[in-house]
């Protein structure tokens, strides 16, 4: 099946400090990757759309010069938080979209950041 | 290794009662999500259970039995939005999500 992974698993941080966090696709290349931050027992909340090769597409109110979004190849999109403060720990989730071969997305285990 | 199964796809009708099962095998637990997703939009939250019993909130419930490392989604007077794709994820001690690969719900009239 088709496997995506997120490193690190959990990032603490002082504040000011940026963080990156990489999501791959291990067994399949994925044209699209998303980036989803979740705060507890609420929805995923779509940030911004990354195709390979090009700019990211954010969402309305997502800042993009402060989540730095590079998908770089085809199984590989880093999300970097930049200069972070309190506000921004939450539950970091990027899922990969397969593209032709399938409307499914696979979603990574997650990544909890907290900001001191 | 930890796993996830829910099944595939299922079919229900337009007011009827449709249950969603999912069994689970992690390592540690810190509980279990349901979210619905319809095509194209991100998945919405719809439930989360970290004790045995029954939730239930509105049309949807959730159950949980912890010792069967088993959980279903309850979906009763199904209406036509209803048709979307529902995410079992289990959260091991590590805090991180096991996803299942989803239940494709299609609802006919």
């Known amino acids: 099946g088709a496997v995506v992974s997120q490193h690190p698993s959990w990032v603490i941080c002082k504040s000011g400090t940026s963080v990156k966090i990489e999501c791959r696709s291990l067994?399949?290349?994925?044209?699209?990757m998303f980036w989803y931050r979740q705060f507890p027992k609420q929805s995923l909340m779509l940030m911004a759309t990354?195709?390979?090769?090009?700019?990211?597409?954010?969402e309305q109110g997502v800042e993009k010069d402060k989540f730095l979004i590079n998908h770089a190849s085809l199984t590989l999109s880093t999300l970097t938080v930049t200069s972070a403060h309190p506000e921004d720990s939450s539950f970091y989730i990027c899922?990969?979209?397969?593209?032709?071969?399938?409307?499914?997305?696979?979603f990574g285990p997650g990544t909890r950041l907290t900001v001191l | 290794g930890q796993n996830i199964d829910q099944p595939t796809e299922m079919t229900a009708t337009e007011g009827a009662i449709v249950q969603i099962n999912c069994t689970y095998q992690?390592?540690?637990?810190?509980?279990l999500f349901w979210y619905q997703q319809h095509a194209g939009e991100a998945p919405t939250f719809l439930s989360y259970n970290v004790l045995d019993g029954l939730e239930e909130k509105g049309r949807f419930s959730s159950f949980l039995s912890r010792s069967k490392g088993y959980s279903y989604l309850l979906l009763k007077e199904l209406q036509m939005k209803d048709s979307a794709s529902y995410l079992c994820a289990a959260m091991d001690s590590n805090y991180q999500l096991i996803w299942g690969a989803g239940t494709k719900l299609i609802i006919k009239p």
């Open positions: 990354s195709n390979e090769g090009s700019k990211a597409t954010y």
């Open positions: 899922s990969a979209h397969r593209g032709r071969e399938s409307d499914e997305q696979f």
């Open positions: 992690t390592s540690g637990f810190n509980g």
């Open positions: 067994d399949f290349q994925a044209t699209t």
